[in-house]
Nanobody, 124 residues
Framework: QVHLVESGGDLVQPGGSLRLSCQAS????????IGWFRQGIGKEREGVAC????????WYPDSVKDRFTISRDNAKNTVYLQMNSLKPEDTAVYYC?????????????????WGQGTQVTVSS
């Protein structure tokens, strides 16, 4: 059974950094496309970092490019999201998701498996 558990969310000051972890179980995460998504209050869920299941190609929206980095540790079956230079507008619940069929996409509706989310709050 596919299971994803996010961790690492916290309260951080603007300009700070956080690393989120997505621990996968029940499947080999290296064979799946993995995405990090976020949803702020009153906002739609949006993709912030996605990595392909084939060759590790990544994609980021302009809003987080050069600040966020997605990476895999296949030995630990874990995917990370390193977030630097955090801004108040990054405040949201962050989710990781996995899908076996897609190659690379950050469109949330394409993903079948989701974690429960972890809260990131950026505030002084």
């Amino acid at each position: 059974q596919v299971h994803l558990v996010e961790s690492g969310g916290d309260l951080v000051q603007p300009g700070g950094s956080l690393r989120l972890s997505c621990q996968a179980s029940g499947f080999t995460s290296g064979n799946y496309a993995i995405g990090w998504f976020r949803q702020g209050i009153g906002k739609e869920r949006e993709g912030v970092a996605c990595i392909s299941r084939h060759d590790g190609t990544t994609w980021y929206p302009d809003s987080v490019k050069d600040r966020f980095t997605i990476s895999r540790d296949n030995a630990k079956n874990t995917v990370y999201l390193q977030m630097n230079s955090l801004k108040p507008e990054d405040t949201a619940v962050y989710y990781c998701a996995a899908d076996r069929l897609i190659s690379l996409s950050c469109y949330p509706k394409l993903y079948d498996y989701w974690g429960q989310g972890t809260q990131v709050t950026v505030s002084s």
